[in-house]
């Protein structure tokens, strides 16, 4: 996906989980959106060491990865 591809979506947090968010947009200065989306770029490496539920022997391949 491009830099400048812009979609909406909608997503449901804990409220607590949304309030530390919330607050930690306040204290950078920056928008919620900047801050999930930096953390997304932060977290997906240590989210790509998990196993996958299709890595069992004899399962699909992710159709993500092809």
Do not use: C, N
Request: a negative charge.
């Amino acid at each position: 996906m491009s830099g400048s591809d812009k979609r909406k979506q909608s997503l449901y947090f804990p409220e607590d989980m949304l309030a530390e968010i919330q607050h930690e947009a306040q204290r950078l200065d920056r928008s919620l959106s900047w801050v999930v989306q930096h953390g997304w770029k932060f977290a997906r490496a240590k989210l790509k060491e998990f196993p996958s539920s299709t890595d069992e022997p004899g399962s699909l391949p992710d159709p993500a990865e092809e």
